[in-house]
């Protein structure tokens, strides 16, 4: 058996509700990226990766096709699927960094592989471990009014952490939101089971950070999620040191590399993973057994991609030990192209199919490009 063709997609996902944090721009749509495997005997498997996460990993959706249709896809084409770990360490050989490139392909194998055992993904990586897992929620940039609103609508939902976006300045409107939500979680009847983070995205310098972090502490944070540049790990560590709040590394911790930085600098309590950082699935399970062992929390998440990316990160956090996520995004888009994950009460739901557990409609995808064995 082998995979006869590997055929790349793009569509832009329009979104409801466009966001914007601290580093990322105003987002009114998910630029994706799709790659179909199928082999010649007629099983296929699909991998989705966000094209317009350019201020995380510094991809385009053009960059990652390229790389796709010049370098990836003619080492996947032709190869045996079985052997996916021998054929992603082809990639790796063939082409430095291209997280996300690598993603894609990395997902699709595990889906392709999914359905050729019957199994679902999770299976590949160690076993399903966890049903439903528990994700947060985020409340943007808003008047303080509009959070409490949001608050409430997510605390009835059942999400047992709201996450406050910070770090646009003034500091003074971020505390009036934090407060705000701080104060609609002790109004609520669920406030002993609830909690609230933050995360600044970038958005702090380490002076900053440390004072306003303090200033924060009055507020019982779960954590305090990438408060400086993804770049200064020293950095990180100083505020760690000097802040009592766990401190979650999402942007410094893109690969393994700069995992194990995060350990010898003792920089972070817990990492914030996502499959586009990590370069796919079998590589985000290796990084959560390097945190395990240095004793630093795992947190599975995504780029409020579509539901092909989101199922792969589910299939990851149910395989892991800890099953602590940021899984919920998908509901913003306005029409995507797969359909089979389901939240209920504040936690995802896994998938019991196949691979992904997803069903793709390729009709709604267009085509860029196909690299035949
Ligand atoms: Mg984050």
């Given at each position: 058996m082998r995979i006869a063709a590997a055929t790349v997609y793009t569509k832009a996902l329009p979104l409801r509700d466009p966001f914007q944090h601290a580093s990322s721009?105003?987002?009114?749509?998910?630029?994706e990226v799709y790659l179909r495997l199928a082999t010649d005997e007629g099983a296929e498997g699909f991998g989705e990766v966000r094209g317009n996460a350019h201020y995380v990993t510094g991809d385009t959706p053009a960059r990652i096709v390229a790389v796709l249709c010049d370098v990836l896809c003619p080492l996947v084409a032709?190869?045996?699927?079985?052997?996916l770990g021998a054929i992603m360490d082809r990639c790796d050989r063939a082409i430095h960094g291209n997280s996300a490139a690598k993603a894609v392909a990395d997902i699709a194998l595990h889906d392709l592989v999914g359905h050729l055992l019957n199994v679902p993904a999770c299976v590949l990586l160690g076993?399903?471990?966890?049903d439903r897992l528990a994700t947060d929620t985020s409340i943007p940039f808003c008047p303080p009014e509009a959070a409490a609103a949001q608050a409430r609508e997510y605390l009835d939902a059942g999400f047992g952490v709201l996450k406050v976006r910070v770090g646009?300045?003034?500091f003074a409107r971020d505390r009036e939101r934090v407060e705000a939500v701080w104060a609609t979680l002790q109004a609520h009847p669920r406030r002993g089971d609830a909690a609230i983070a933050v995360d600044t995205?970038?958005?702090?310098?380490v002076k900053e950070a440390i004072r306003n972090l303090r200033a924060l502490e009055r507020y019982p944070l779960a954590w305090a999620e990438?408060?400086?540049?993804?770049?200064d790990i020293p950095g990180l560590a100083e505020v760690r040191r000097q802040i009592a709040v766990p401190i979650v590394a999402d942007e410094a911790c893109k690969g393994p590399e700069e995992l194990q930085w995060i350990v010898r600098l003792q920089a972070a309590d817990i990492v914030h993973l996502k499959l586009l950082k990590t370069g796919g699935m079998a590589r985000m399970r290796e990084m959560m057994a390097i945190a395990e062992a240095a004793g630093i929390g795992v947190m599975v998440g995504q780029m409020d991609e579509g539901r092909v990316a989101t199922a792969a990160a589910v299939q990851c956090a149910a395989a892991a030990r800890a099953a602590s996520?940021?899984?919920?995004?998908?509901?913003?888009?306005?029409?995507?192209?797969a359909t089979g994950i389901e939240m209920r009460d504040g936690h995802m739901l896994v998938p019991?199919?196949?691979?992904?557990?997803v069903r793709v409609d390729e009709s709604k995808l267009e085509k860029v490009a196909e690299v035949r064995a």
């Open positions: 721009g105003l987002i009114t749509h998910l630029h032709g190869a045996d699927p079985l052997q076993g399903r471990r966890h646009l300045r003034p995205n970038q958005g702090w310098t990438q408060p400086i540049a993804a770049g996520g940021e899984l919920w995004g998908f509901q913003r888009v306005a029409e995507d192209v019991a199919g196949p691979g992904l557990g």
